[in-house]
Structure formats: C-alpha cells, structure tokens
C-alpha cells in the first residue's frame, strides 16, 4: 500500500515537472515571437520609411506570417495594403520564372515562354510610364529574379530547336513546321541581334523549308490540291505580314510546266482544265502575269493552229479543236465560220448538211454561182438529184428530184449559162452504149428539177446563149456537129451545119491488139491505159503492147479514149533499155 503511494506521488511530480518546462518554453517561444515579431515591424517600418518598398514588403509578409498574438497587425496590413504594387510585382515575376522554368522545346511550352515575354514586356511598358518608385520597385526585382538573363537564355535555347526542326525539311509535319515558323516571328529581334538580321535570317531559313516542302506537294498532290496548298501557304505568310516573295516564282514555275507538258502531249482540253482551275484561283493568277500571259499565248496559238488546220483543208480537225477551245471561251463563230469553208469546199459535207442520212455517189461543187456562196449537186443511191446552196448568212437551201431511171452516172458538174435565167443548172455524164457519154441537163428551182436536155453524144459546148453544138448526137445529127438551142424550156436539135470532116469522127475504132496490122497514117480511136506522162508526150500500156502519144494535151495517168493518126513504130526507154512502141500523134482525147 505504500509502495503503490509512493510511486504515484513520484508519477505526480514528474508530470508537474513536464509541465512547468512545457509552459516555460512556450513562454519562452512567445517572448521570442513576440520579439521577433516586434524586430521585423520594425525594420520593416524602417525600410519603407527609407524607401526600400521591396525589402520592406518582404519584412512585413514574414511579420504577417506571426499570426499567434496581435501586435500591430493593423499596422502590418495597412502597410502591406500600401506595397501591394510590390506584391503584384512579386507574384507576376515568379509566375514568369515559373514558365520559363517549363520551357524544354516543345511548341506548347515555347509558346508559353513567348506569352510571358510578352507579358513581362507590357510590365515593362507600363512601369516606363509610372513614377520613380515604381521604377525602383521593378528594377530590384528584376536584379532579385534575373529575368533578363532567364529570358535570354530561354529564347536563344527556343530559337535553336525551332530552326532544328525546320531544317529537318520533311521531318516535321506540316503543322509542325509552320507552327515553327509562327513562334520564329514572334522571337525578340534581339535574339538575331537586330531585326534586319531576323528577317535576312528568317527568310534564309523559310526559303529553304519552303523549296523543299513545295517540291513535295508538286510531287505527291494533284494540281488542284497543290495550288490549294500554294494558297493556304501564301495567306499564312500575308496574316504574319513576311512577303515570302520565293513562293509565288515556284507556283508559277510549276504551273508552267505543268501546263507546257499538257501542251506538249496534244491535251488541249487538260491544259484549259488546268488553265482554268489557276485562273480561278484569284489568290494566284491575280498575282501571276506571267502564267496569265504563257496562258493567253497558248490559247492563241491554238487558235493559230485551228486556223492553220482550215486553210489546210482539214476542216474536221479545225472544228474539233475550235469546240475544245469553246471550254475556256467563245469559238462559236470560229466554227460557224470554219464549217461554211468546209461545206463550200467539199460538196459532201454540203449536201449532207442539206440530206442527213443519205448516199451520194457521185457530187460536184462550185463557188460564187446563182448567188450563193457555195452550190453542190449529188446523185443519191436512190436515183434522186440533190442540190444544195449554201447562202452569205450561212443557211443553206436544197432541192432533190428524180432523175429517171436507167442512168449510170459518171460525172455530176454544173453548167452556168446553160439556162435561160438565173437558176442553177446541173449537168449529168452518164454512161451510153454508142457515144462518148449520155448528157442530161435539169435547171432547178424551188419546186423541183425541170429537165434542159437529155442527149447521147460524143461531147458538146456552148457556142452562145442557148445554144449548143452537139457533136454526133444519136439519132438525127449523127455524125456531124448539130446545132441545138434551148426552145420552150429544153434544148432541142435546131440545124444540122455542112459537114466538116472531123478526124475523130472519121477515125477507125480498134483495140490496141489491133495497131500493129495497122498502116501508117491511118486515123485509128482505141481505149488506152496512160501510165507515163511528159511535155508534150505519154507512154499507155495495153495488151502488152506500149504506146507512145504526142501532142499540145494536158495529159494526166489513167484510162483514156484516144484519136489520132498512127505513124509507126519507134523506140522508147523504159528503165535503163531501149523498147519497141507504136506512136500515135494524138489530135482528140477524152478522159
């Protein structure tokens, strides 16, 4: 029982004893706070009195921060309240430090930087325009943080690994490397020393990640994409005011080409997609006077070259290439007025543009005839005769009429001044039995055809104003040059003139088998094939036999029906030797 009291009483007054030290030391700490507390309100007060804002905001901050008893903390907060500008100050350094402290080269993080250069330079801006104070407070802190070195630093290190990445070229996306050249311009030209230096720098640099970048659109993306990319890339260069005067020549540069290799390949209607898609594009062409006039020249030397194909005669491809051009502007006249040239100088397309659908075997054309531009006639498959005028406002009006049946066609012509007025006339050669030719003459007019005349004979011409003299008609006029002249609307045998001997009339039909029995100077008429033509003679093959001709005739290659006197045999060259020929001095031919 008494051990167990005496050892309480021991417990009791350890306890007492912890205690009494307990309250002693927080008596102790308390006296101490209490006086340092009073030490720094004091020098606090002492600083801002001597001016030292910094110091003194600092002093009354860790005064503030001994908050387990009053003492004049009224004063404390007043006089905080007073250097709030110190305080701002303070919070706005050490968030900078803090973002440049982040900056490890990223685009994210070296935009950040940029954002608190910009912001220390508008504190900077703003304190230039406060009083002396103010500039004091600022230029201690900024010794205090060392900003100005943070900074210098900071942009040097973002300028190194901004220019690394775009001088991987194709390494960094497209994204990448003009988010690159954003934050580039927005560097402090103090970075580049001056800011002749930055733009002489910068543009060295864009220049070179732009011919590569450029030159791997031309090559991936079609022409529509890249001149869309030629824009995109210009306008960005515009909204951060840098002229990039090198784009624009590489545009055109491809462009160009472009369009010369379209030209080159014969693909008009490629060259005028393509030439249109730029043109456009007014961001482009309204700046390129130079594709603008590779584009005009082009067009009009193929507009040159359509003409050239016309004045060639190769009207289908002049028109062709006149519709191609159409695209890119207004031909219709180019082709109105190529296909009348066609329609007058090729009688089918005439009469076809007259009678769609329809076969002609044999046609004629002429110009300048019955008031019209052009007239063509043609016989049809189906035994009609069309004509067709082509007038000066480029219509064209046609006739078709029967021509009889029995008729073998051979030559179609017309015969101005064969008619009584002013209507076209048609002259048919047909085939016949016992003359040269069967000649049949319609004059037409809206209605129809009206029939001139329809005669067998060995030829004919016109001697005047309806009249005609008709060589060894059949029938009445055989063998004489007969007289017909038009009556009643057709030409009918008027007179037979006293007979002339005609050598062709008198001559004697033979085949060429036949010559060599032949005495000389006999008149002989015989079917010759003429294979050799000279001035003044022809060579004709036929039955294995060769033929010399001589005569004032226009001789021309193919088969012929010859008249004149047979003279006898002579030697001709044929090649390198000398072979036998039968010569005939020639005074009629018809071919």
């Known amino acids: 029982m008494l051990g167990s009291t005496y050892h309480r009483s021991i417990r009791y007054r350890n306890g007492a004893i912890l205690l009494l030290v307990l309250m002693l030391g927080l008596a102790g700490y308390k006296g101490y706070s209490v006086w340092h507390k009073a030490d720094l309100?004091?020098?606090?007060?002492?600083?801002?009195?001597?001016?030292?804002?910094?110091?003194?905001?600092?002093?009354?901050?860790?005064?503030?921060?001994i908050s387990s008893f009053d003492y004049k903390n009224n004063e404390i907060s007043a006089a905080l309240s007073a250097l709030r500008p110190v305080t701002e100050l303070k919070r706005l350094f050490a968030s900078?430090?803090?973002?440049?402290?982040?900056?490890?080269?990223?685009?994210?993080?070296?935009?950040?930087?940029?954002?608190?250069?910009?912001?220390?330079?508008?504190?900077?801006?703003?304190?230039?325009?406060?009083?002396?104070?103010a500039k004091k407070r600022f230029g201690e802190l900024t010794d205090a943080y060392k900003l100005d070195e943070q900074f210098a630093a900071a942009l040097a290190g973002a300028k190194k690994s901004l220019t690394a990445l775009l001088q991987q070229g194709n390494g960094a996306s497209a994204q990448e490397g003009e988010s690159a050249m954003s934050l580039l311009l927005q560097l402090p030209a103090s970075v580049y020393k001056d800011d002749k230096t930055k733009r002489k720098d910068l543009n060295t640099l864009f220049q070179k990640y732009d011919t590569t970048r450029l030159q791997t659109i031309f090559n991936q993306k079609s022409f529509d994409e890249a001149l869309g990319e030629i824009v995109r890339i210009r306008q960005f260069y515009s909204e951060r005011k840098v002229e990039a005067a090198w784009v624009l020549p590489k545009a055109e540069t491809y462009v160009q080409g472009?369009?010369?290799?379209?030209?080159?390949?014969?693909?008009?209607?490629?060259?005028l997609t393509h030439a249109k898609t730029f043109q456009n594009l007014k961001e482009l062409s309204g700046s390129s006077s130079k594709v603008n006039a590779f584009i005009q020249s082009s067009l009009r030397k193929q507009t040159a070259k359509a003409e050239q194909l016309a004045s060639a005669g190769k009207y289908a491809d002049a028109i062709a290439l006149y519709k191609v051009l159409g695209d890119y502007k207004d031909t219709g006249k180019e082709i109105r007025q190529t296909e009348i040239r066609w329609m007058a100088a090729e009688p089918g397309v005439l009469l076809a543009k007259a009678k769609d659908n329809v076969?002609?075997?044999?046609?004629?054309?002429?110009?300048?005839?019955?008031?019209?531009?052009?007239?063509?006639?043609?016989?049809?498959?189906?035994?009609?005769?069309?004509?067709?005028?082509?007038?000066?406002?480029?219509?064209?009006?046609?006739?078709?009429?029967?021509?009889?049946?029995?008729?073998?066609?051979?030559?179609?012509?017309?015969?101005?001044?064969?008619?009584?007025?002013k209507l076209p006339v048609v002259m048919l050669e047909s085939q016949s039995r016992t003359r040269n030719a069967r000649y049949t003459a319609y004059e037409v007019d809206a209605s129809?055809?009206?029939?001139?005349?329809?005669?067998?004979?060995?030829?004919?011409?016109?001697?005047?104003?309806?009249?005609?003299?008709?060589?060894?008609?059949?029938?009445?006029?055989?063998?004489?040059?007969?007289?017909?002249?038009?009556?009643?609307?057709?030409?009918?045998?008027?007179?037979?003139?006293?007979r002339v001997p005609d050598p062709s009339l008198?001559?004697?039909?033979?085949?060429?088998s036949e010559l060599p029995q032949q005495q000389a100077e006999t008149v002989v008429r015989l079917p010759l094939a003429i294979t050799r033509i000279g001035s003044g003679m022809a060579v004709a093959e036929m039955d294995g036999l060769n033929v010399l001709l001589s005569g004032k005739f226009s001789?021309?290659?193919?088969?012929?029906?010859?008249?004149?006197?047979?003279?006898g045999e002579t030697k001709i060259l044929q090649g390198d030797r000398s072979v036998q020929a039968y010569k005939i001095n020639v005074n009629h031919i018809e071919q």
Do not use: C, H
């Open 41 to 65: 309100y004091a020098r606090a007060a002492a600083e801002q009195a001597a001016g030292r804002d910094v110091e003194a905001e600092n002093l009354y901050m860790l005064a503030r921060d």
């Open 506 to 512: 008198e001559a004697k039909d033979i085949q060429p």
């Open 258 to 271: 472009t369009l010369t290799r379209l030209l080159e390949t014969n693909d008009v209607p490629g060259f």
């Open 448 to 498: 129809g055809l009206n029939a001139l005349l329809d005669v067998e004979a060995d030829g004919y011409k016109l001697q005047s104003a309806g009249v005609l003299l008709v060589r060894n008609p059949a029938g009445a006029g055989s063998g004489q040059e007969a007289v017909y002249k038009l009556q009643g609307g057709q030409y009918a045998l008027a007179e037979v003139p006293q």
């Open 96 to 133: 900078l430090a803090s973002e440049i402290a982040v900056t490890n080269g990223g685009s994210q993080e070296q935009a950040r930087l940029l954002q608190a250069y910009a912001a220390y330079g508008a504190k900077k801006a703003e304190v230039a325009a406060a009083d002396e104070s």
């Open 555 to 567: 001789w021309k290659p193919g088969n012929a029906v010859v008249t004149g006197t047979y003279t």
């Open 359 to 421: 076969r002609f075997v044999q046609t004629a054309g002429a110009k300048g005839l019955w008031g019209s531009e052009a007239i063509a006639a043609g016989v049809t498959d189906r035994g009609t005769l069309v004509t067709a005028r082509l007038l000066a406002d480029g219509s064209v009006v046609s006739t078709e009429g029967e021509i009889g049946g029995g008729l073998a066609v051979k030559a179609v012509s017309f015969a101005d001044g064969l008619g009584a007025g």
